[in-house]
């Protein structure tokens, strides 16, 4: 198949899963256009039936800001056309559905019936869309999509709830390259980082206000003062990273946490980690949290959005209601102080994280294409 899939370029759930079912497909032989403003991050390495379009944002005065929805849809309409896409897949629904269905009618003439797959995958539905300024359009943008899918179920029940959704939306989860992310021997890393054998917590995050960054570095500061010998290895960037380390000086833990910003080889670093805080207000999946579990990672995290479907409590780690900090020193330190009950979490963790695996969900995706080109074909006839 010839398949375009259209992404944000971001270090974030959406843009990773967008690049990394791309080369998935693409190692099943298909032939996979990603359309994005910038190079996604995990667009990496070169493989031979990917091919990268990027959208042209050219600035002119009369507008203050490039109307990259209407670039998109112009590039979306040259792909269909001249590409012959069998599939084309946006992740967002705002503006990349949109931005589908505004090309679809410029090609309606040329009948150029290619199927439009909108993957919701959470802060399109729970924030940007819940703004009043946006709903109709995505309602309508959602509606006129021949498929559409959720990574979550709480996602999808989160968006019936919300707009007015006529269409079937079918859950398939986010998805983990086990082999990439899988517990590897760093002794080397490990000593530079804990030179007495120190406990190892981790964070990765964009740093955002939802995810609750300080309340990380107090939960660390509670583990500390239960006697515990640990570091807090804090990894991303973002704009609460000034206030998480303000919460540092205030606890006087300066000295046991390091911020390592935004960190390509994530892998690396939850593969010395004893335990993975997730503190998050807003989680529609929970990709940080699977990609630590991947790697035989114990989780603490909040017990919001789709997080319970991946953190499964008292056998991967436990779930705490949001900001109860207590809750998540309280467990954080079972699990630290426990190496049998450590153990235990960790081999579960991996085993959870199996389910997600990535080509399984890979061939889902496919079928699903399947599915709604052929009910397309049935359609017209």
């Known amino acids: 198949m010839n398949i375009g899939i259209v992404c944000y370029p971001t ?24 359309l994005s403003y910038a190079r996604p991050a995990r667009l990496d390495t070169f493989q031979t039936n990917i091919a990268y379009h990027e959208v042209d944002l050219s600035s002119y005065p009369l507008f203050e800001f490039p109307p990259y929805d209407l670039a998109l849809a112009n590039l979306m309409a040259n792909l269909i056309q001249y ?28 009948a150029a019936h290619v199927p439009i797959i909108t ?13 009043p300024s946006y709903k109709q359009v995505v309602d309508f943008s959602i509606n006129q999509s021949d498929g559409v899918t959720a990574v979550s179920e709480f996602l999808k029940e989160e968006t019936y709830r919300r707009f007015d ?37 981790v964070h990765v995050s964009n740093f955002r206000e939802v995810k609750r960054v300080p309340e990380v570095v107090s939960v ?43 960190q390509e080889q994530v892998e690396e670093v939850l593969s010395i980690a004893d335990l993975f805080l997730i ?29 319970p479907e991946v953190n499964i409590h008292g056998e991967t780690g436990y779930l705490c209601d949001l900001d109860d900090i207590d809750c998540m020193a309280e467990y954080s330190v079972k699990i630290l102080k426990d190496e049998k009950l450590h153990a235990k979490m960790a081999k579960n963790a991996r085993k959870r994280a199996e389910i997600f695996e990535l080509s399984r969900l890979v061939e889902e995706y496919e079928n699903y294409y399947e599915e709604v080109a052929s009910g397309m074909t049935g359609k017209s006839d």
């Open 220 to 262: 660390f500061h509670r583990i500390v003062k239960s006697g515990i010998d640990a570091k807090l290895l804090m990894v991303g960037d973002g704009p609460d990273r000034k206030k998480a380390e303000s919460r540092c000086r205030e606890l006087g833990v300066c000295d046991k946490v390091r911020f390592l910003g935004k």
């Open 83 to 110: 590409e012959k896409l069998d599939v084309l897949h946006v992740h967002y629904a705002i503006p990349h559905a949109t931005s589908a269905y505004l090309a679809k009618q410029i090609l309606a003439e040329k």
């Open 119 to 131: 993957t919701l995958h959470g802060t399109d539905i729970t924030i940007v869309g819940s703004d």
């Open 165 to 201: 959704i006529k269409k079937e939306i079918k859950v398939i989860p986010n998805f983990i390259d086990l082999e990439r992310f899988k517990r590897t021997k760093k002794e080397h890393f490990k000593k530079a980082i804990c030179p007495d054998g120190e406990k190892v917590v």
């Open 11 to 34: 270090f974030g759930g959406s843009g990773v899963i967008a690049t990394e079912l791309a080369k998935g497909l693409a190692q099943k032989d298909h032939n996979v256009h990603i």
């Open 279 to 307: 503190p998050s207000g807003s989680e529609t999946f929970g990709l940080a949290a699977l990609e630590a579990m991947s790697c035989s990672v114990p989780v603490v995290s909040s017990n919001i959005g789709g997080l």
